[in-house]
């Protein structure tokens, strides 16, 4: 693993020390202390800390290997889904095995979140837990970057302009996936670079064509590597998104200036937001392992596509932001075209629709005015996405 080392989680080895550092560290304790107790946080930091650190130490101070910690932290994370959900369902998990790894390329709505439910998942099946992508642009917090390499992740390395460093760091990270999944360990990995603001889930073939990199001097032909990675396209989808209204804000402004500056802790501050506020329904659907991949990146990326659109469960938020951005009829002949058209649509109720519509008038009407199409697209898009593929998919050869 040496080649990997400027890219690579942490190994047992170093798991310890890790821990120690972070139960000692004030940014840390502070960050901790903030999520348990707010009132407390403000008003007596620093006994505060000093009783955090104590129980940090006790309950995470002897962990020397990843996996014992993550099973250690398994409750917390736990009762952390538990109380920002109505509730988490999935599917599909029958179709992976206890043997082996996987190249889980998922859909991308929350930066933590979105692999933390699918570790959640695996875990509470049996199933190896995965060795999560995140872009360097994260680690740019010293504590979140010691939090998340403990977490079994690993660098993705972005703004890159020498195009020959560039290639140098793609071969090293395509060596890595193809390592972890060769050596039993899993890989979660973002379809593209970045969240899809706009709902619009659609795999980057630059990102498939990464990862037959380094496979190229092994005579390998790329369907063959493909297959060996046994790619699983997997479809995270929420009910509401916690940063839904951040998202469009970032969207209007892009479309009205041509550009958008991130200000100082935006990350941080969405990433928590992800964590700590509700969330709703959320589905995980996890696809069928690829084992005939096409021989080109870009029909493997329509392959990955079609399977996440199919699969993407549609909440009832869903259709009411499909409706109200005029594409579909209002009322139930609305609902009755998508029950019959999407395997996915929801078995929704009209308290459901009526709820749902309550809400997106809610968040609707608590935004600027400019952003509200934005808003209204991010839930609107999967609808259109999932008629596209249902149609795909029953067409006649």
Known sequence: MQEFDAIRPYSDDETGPAIQRLVNDQEFLDMVARFKSPLLARWAPAPLRFFTRRWLSSRFGHFTKVDDLQAGLSGYIGELIESTTARVTSSGLE???????????????????DPMVVNYLLFHNDLRTTRIAIGDNLLANRVFAEMMRLNKSFIVRRDMTSPREMRDAYITLSGFINHSVANNENIWIAQREGRAKDGRDFTDPAIIKMFY??????????????NKLRIVPVSISYEYDPCDADKARELETKARSG??????????????????????????????????????????????????????????????????????????????????????????????????????ENRLEACDPAIRPYLLDMYANPVQSALDASAKLNAPD
Not at 95 to 113: E, P, T
Not at 213 to 226: D, I, P, Q, R, T
Not at 288 to 309: Q, R, Y
Request: hydrophobic residues 40%.
């Open 95 to 113: 179709n992976l095995s206890k043997q082996g790894a996987y190249l889980f390329i998922s859909n991308h709505r929350d930066i933590v979140f």
């Open 213 to 226: 990199m380094s496979c190229k001097k092994s005579g390998l032909s790329f369907a063959e590597a493909m």
């Open 259 to 360: 550009n958008y500056k991130k200000a100082e802790g935006e990350d941080t501050e969405q990433i928590m937001k992800g964590l700590t506020q509700f969330k709703g329904h959320v589905h995980v659907h996890f696809g069928a392992p690829i084992t005939s991949a096409p021989e080109n990146a870009k029909e493997l990326a329509g392959v990955i596509d079609t399977e996440v659109h199919a699969n993407y469960h549609l909440h009832a938020s869903n259709l009411i932001a499909y409706e109200m951005r005029g594409q579909g009829s209002q009322g139930a002949s609305s609902l009755d075209v998508i029950r019959e058209s999407v395997v996915t649509a929801g078995n929704w109720s009209e308290a459901d629709i009526q709820a749902a519509r309550g809400e997106m």
